[in-house]
């Protein structure tokens, strides 16, 4: 099973700020990673597929990068409704699943 | 609109069973493969299972700690998915999320969840 281990587990930030999240792999995912944002109370919502594709309605300053076991999750420029937490997330064909990250928390400094 | 409405959440005994559904709306159900999430208070989330359209087998696909204890099923006259829990432990609280699986293997939109207690 595939391990994802992100890091920092929280990060304090100014709105404005640029914010840099990182998801890493146990063995190589290819591309196949997402990255989700939770706020308190709601349902998680997709931000990131396939490593740096935004899903629909995301706005620019989410972006993602990396490939392999490598991963970033980029806000280029912090707004106040994006402090939350994010998770990373990866799909396996063999064995079939999904597996998430433990989270970070990007919280107002 | 995309709307997944989850229900059949409460508070159940350790070693009992509870079945979990979730309504969708909003799209052709029968040509999407459904999820299901959980989230244990004040932590992370963890995949639940599967269940792929009636197209490729309608088959599902389950990790190593709910395995042989959950059951995912589909009605697609009905357009509701189901998650059928037995033997519950401690340990499966959490509240339960459905999901639309986007691109066989990311989760695209979300039901509200329903909460899962199991205690004596």
């Known amino acids: 099973e595939v391990v994802l281990t992100q890091s920092p587990a929280t990060l304090s930030l100014s709105p404005g700020e640029r914010a840099t999240l990182s998801c890493r792999a146990s063995?190589?995912?290819?591309?196949?990673l997402a990255w989700y944002q939770q706020k308190p109370g709601q349902a998680p919502r997709l931000l990131i597929y396939?490593?740096?594709n935004r899903a629909t309605g995301i706005p620019a300053r989410f972006s993602g990068s990396g490939s392999g076991i490598d991963f970033t999750l980029t806000i280029s420029s912090l707004e106040p409704e994006d402090f939350a937490v994010y998770y990373c997330?990866?799909?396996?064909?063999?064995?079939?699943?999904?597996?998430f990250g433990g989270g970070t928390k990007v919280e107002i400094k | 609109e995309v709307q997944l409405v989850e229900s059949g959440g409460g508070l159940v005994k350790p070693g009992g069973s509870l079945r979990l559904s979730c309504a969708a709306s909003?799209?052709?159900?029968?040509?999407?493969?459904m999820i299901w999430v959980r989230q244990a208070p004040g932590k992370g989330l963890e995949w639940v299972g599967r269940?792929?359209?009636?197209?490729?087998?309608?088959?599902?696909d389950y990790p190593a700690p709910v395995k042989g204890r959950f059951s995912i099923s589909r009605d697609d006259s009905k357009n509701t998915v189901y998650l059928q829990m037995n033997s519950l432990k401690s340990e499966d609280t959490a509240v339960y999320y459905c999901?639309?699986?986007?691109?066989?293997?990311?989760?695209?939109?979300w039901g509200q969840g329903t909460l899962v207690t199991v205690s004596s």
């Open positions: 396939d490593a740096s």
């Open positions: 269940i792929k359209t009636k197209y490729v087998g309608g088959t599902t």
């Open positions: 997330q990866q799909r396996s064909d063999w064995p079939p699943g999904l597996t």
């Open positions: 999901a639309t699986d986007y691109r066989q293997g990311y989760l695209g939109s």
């Open positions: 909003g799209f052709t159900f029968s040509d999407v493969w």
């Open positions: 063995q190589s995912v290819s591309s196949y």
